[in-house]
C-alpha cells in the first residue's frame, strides 16, 4: 500500500532538514526508555530513577527520566562516562564496579533501567533499590542471572523486562 491512516497522536513530525537514517534509530531508543518510564509510574515526576548503561540508549534514559522531573542516578561500570551522564542530565553517577560508589547509593532507587546487554549479575544492582523498587532489564542478556530472593522478599523488589515501545 503506498498510504496508511493512523491516529494522530501517533504521529511526530520530522523536520524537513533531519535526515530520515537517524531518526528511526532515534524514535526506538526513545520509545524503548519511554515505555517503561511511563509504565512504572515515573512520568509524572518526582521519582529516584536509575539507568544501568550510560551508552546511547541509557543517554535517552537519563534524558527522558529527567525531563519526567525525576532525580536520576546515572550508573556505569567505568568512571570515564561520568561527564556524559552529568552532560545528559544525571543528578548522581555511581560507578558500578567501585564498592564504595555503590555503597553511597544504596537503597535510594524507585526504579532501575538496565540496558546493558553484556552477561552481568542482577543481584549487584539490588541494594541500590528502596523498598517496593524495581529493576526493569531492557538489555537482551542470553545467559542465565542467579538472583538471590532474601534482598527480594525483605524489600519486596520487583525484576521486569520490558521490549521496545
Known amino acids: 500500500s503506498a ?7 501517533y504521529l511526530v513530525k520530522i523536520p524537513d532538514d533531519y535526515p530520515l537514517e537517524k531518526a528511526g534509530p532515534i524514535f526506538c531508543a526513545a520509545i524503548t526508555m519511554y515505555s517503561p518510564l511511563n509504565h512504572w509510574k515515573v512520568k509524572e515526576g518526582g521519582k529516584k530513577v536509575g539507568i544501568i548503561g550510560i551508552g546511547g540508549l541509557g543517554q535517552f534514559g537519563v534524558r527522558l527520566a529527567k525531563a519526567m522531573g525525576n532525580e536520576v542516578t546515572a550508573i556505569s561500570t567505568s568512571p570515564n562516562k561520568e561527564e556524559s551522564a552529568k552532560a545528559a542530565g544525571a543528578d548522581k553517577f555511581v560507578v558500578s564496579t567501585d564498592p564504595d560508589s555503590m555503597k553511597t547509593g544504596e537503597g535510594s532507587l524507585d526504579l532501575i533501567l538496565n540496558t546493558v546487554s553484556a552477561s552481568h549479575q542482577l543481584n549487584h544492582y539490588l541494594p541500590l533499590l528502596r523498598k517496593d523498587g524495581t529493576l526493569v532489564q531492557l538489555g537482551l542478556v542470553l545467559t542465565d542471572h542467579q538472583v538471590q530472593q532474601f534482598p527480594l522478599m525483605m ?5 521486569a523486562g520490558s521490549l521496545i515501545g
Open 3 to 9: 498510504s496508511q491512516t493512523v491516529n494522530q497522536r
Open 155 to 159: 524489600k519486596r523488589i520487583r525484576i
